[in-house]
């Protein structure tokens, strides 16, 4: 399959910001790939989006099975606890695996009203905090809106007057107080902004890593925007996120972007 034509971007934005998590840049000046990259929790749960969309499975066990199928992928605390249950009942989060996730759920439908109801139905499995909710929903209109062709300067007046984000901030202004934050309410709107200012994917990936704080989400929220809206991952970013998947992982990612990839506007 041509590299082109994987929906890759979430992924890739996880990977080249998993080994940042835990040590943070302040600069868009870093190596994107090193000997500890690696897919995390974002990517785990972003497939099994894929997943149940494609295969028409439950969300909550779909989500239980992926993170128990690899439960050292960095679930936080809540989640983790939630892997170990058998009660699977939402455990009103806020926290942004809501948001890290939803990505797929911009490819799949075909009107706004559809994605923020299937993106509402994604995160309130575990995260059915008005927060959580919001987040993931943000992210998902934002793939949506950025897939249909809209301009950024209407995808930033959507999720304003919808989520009510502040979005007027600027990265280089933001980078500098930025610290850990792994609500959606103090990551969401952070990873748009990245997308906003950026001129190309792979820019778009380095102003979102080089906040700080949780490098692999807001990488992962940035990346699957800015996909859509840039319409292709350089190819040797997505040889290199290719390499380090395991092969059921690019199966389901063939299988999912044959689906879905002709849904975006050209």
């Not at 940042?20 to 302040?26: A, D, G, L, M, S």
Request: with cysteine; aromatic share 12%; charged share 20%.
């Amino acid at each position: 399959m041509d590299s082109t034509q994987y929906i890759i971007g979430a992924i890739a934005g996880d990977v080249i910001g998993s080994c940042y998590e835990w040590h943070n840049v302040k600069t868009t000046d870093f190596t994107l790939f090193s000997g500890h990259s690696r897919f995390t929790d974002d990517s785990v749960l972003t497939f099994a989006t894929m997943d149940y969309l494609l295969n028409n499975k439950s969300i909550a066990e779909t989500y239980h099975k992926y993170g128990n199928d690899y439960p050292h992928a960095g679930y936080g605390g809540k989640f983790k606890g939630w892997l170990h249950s058998d009660d699977l009942k939402p455990f009103n989060s806020w926290g942004n695996g809501s948001a890290m996730r939803v990505s797929p759920v911009g490819w799949a439908f075909n009107t706004l009203e559809e994605v923020l109801e299937q993106a509402k139905a994604s995160a309130e499995v575990t995260h059915n905090h008005p927060e959580g909710i919001k987040g993931a929903q943000a992210v998902a209109s934002s793939v949506f809106l950025a897939r249909t062709g809209k301009t950024k300067g209407e995808i930033k007046q959507y999720v304003i007057e919808k989520f009510g984000y502040d979005l007027d901030r600027k990265i280089n202004d933001i980078r500098i107080h930025y610290e850990f934050d792994v609500s959606c309410q103090g990551s969401v709107p952070e990873a748009i902004i990245a997308f906003l200012e950026s001129t190309d994917y792979e820019n778009a990936i380095r102003l979102a890593i080089s906040l700080g704080g949780d490098s692999d989400t807001i990488g992962c929220i940035t990346g699957g925007i800015a996909e859509t809206f840039y319409k292709n991952v350089p190819d040797n970013i997505v040889e290199n996120v290719l390499a380090l998947l395991p092969p059921n992982f690019v199966k389901l990612l063939e299988e999912f972007s044959m689906k879905y990839k002709d849904n975006l506007i050209k």
